[in-house]
T-cell receptor, first 112, second 116 residues
C-alpha cells in the first residue's frame, strides 16, 4: 500500500514565489527522499534526508523532517518556470530493505 | 558514466502477448529496482534484485510477472499474457553496492507499455 501522502495535490504559483509541499508517512524510516518528474518522464533525485537529520539544503531546495509527526516538507525558493513538474516523496522504511515507498505526488505549476 | 538505460521506451502489445522490458543499471551498480506507475499516480514498488538474486518481490503480482538480473546482461521484467490493466509506465532504478551512497536510487527514463 502507498506509504506517503503529499499535499497539496496540485499547486500553482507565480515565478519568484516560494513553493512548499508536504509529505506524511506511516511507519519508521531510514530516510526520506524527494524526486521530481517532468511530464511523465523519468525521475530525478533531488535530496535525501536521513531519519536522524532535521533539515537539509541543496541550492534552492530546503527539506525538513519531523519524525515525531512522521512528516516532511520540501520548500523551493524563488521558483522558476522550469520548476514546473510533479514532486514525489519516497521513504525507505526502517530495516534492511532498500525498496522505496512512494506518495502520490504534488503537481507544481510555476507561471511565468 | 551513462545513466540507467531502459528499452524499449515505448511498447505496444495486444492482449495475450508477452512484454519484455530491459534495464541496464549504471556502471558499478549492483542493485536494480522495478516500479510501476499508473497514469496520474505515484510509483508502486514491484521487485528488487541483486545480481542473480531476487531480494524482494513483494510488490509483484504472483502470476504472469517475473524478473531476473543475470550475471551478464540487463535486468529483464517479463509480463506474460498481458491485459489492458498492465498498461503503465515501468521504471527501473539502480543503486551502488553496500559501500558508498547505497541509499540513492538512480532512475531510467521508463518504458511505457500500452496494451490494446
Amino acid at each position: 500500500s502507498q506509504q506517503g501522502e503529499e499535499d497539496p495535490q496540485a499547486l500553482s504559483i507565480q515565478e519568484g514565489e516560494n513553493a512548499t509541499m508536504n509529505c506524511s508517512y506511516k511507519t519508521s524510516i531510514n530516510n526520506l527522499q524527494w524526486y521530481r518528474q517532468n511530464s511523465g518522464r523519468g525521475l530525478v533525485h533531488l535530496i535525501l534526508i536521513r531519519s536522524n537529520e532535521r533539515e537539509k539544503h541543496s541550492g534552492r531546495l530546503r527539506v525538513t523532517l519531523d519524525t515525531s509527526k512522521k512528516s516532511s516538507s520540501l520548500l523551493i525558493t524563488a521558483s522558476r518556470a522550469a520548476d514546473t513538474a510533479s514532486y514525489f516523496c519516497a521513504t525507505n522504511n526502517a530495516g534492511n530493505n532498500r525498496k522505496l515507498i512512494w506518495g502520490l505526488g504534488t503537481s507544481l505549476a510555476v507561471n511565468p | 558514466n551513462a545513466g540507467v538505460m531502459q528499452n524499449p521506451r515505448h511498447l505496444v502489445r495486444r492482449r495475450g502477448q508477452e512484454a519484455r522490458l530491459r534495464c541496464s543499471p549504471m556502471k558499478g551498480h549492483s542493485h536494480v529496482y522495478w516500479y510501476r506507475q499508473l497514469p496520474e499516480e505515484g510509483l508502486k514498488f514491484m521487485v528488487y534484485l541483486q545480481k542473480e538474486n531476487i531480494i524482494d518481490e513483494s510488490g509483484m503480482p504472483k502470476e504472469r510477472f517475473s524478473a531476473e538480473f543475470p550475471k551478464e546482461g540487463p535486468s529483464i521484467l517479463r509480463i506474460q499474457q498481458v491485459v489492458r490493466g498492465d498498461s503503465a509506465a515501468y521504471f527501473c532504478a539502480s543503486s551502488p553496492p553496500a559501500s558508498g551512497n547505497q541509499e540513492t536510487q538512480y532512475f531510467g527514463p521508463g518504458t511505457r507499455l500500452l496494451v490494446l
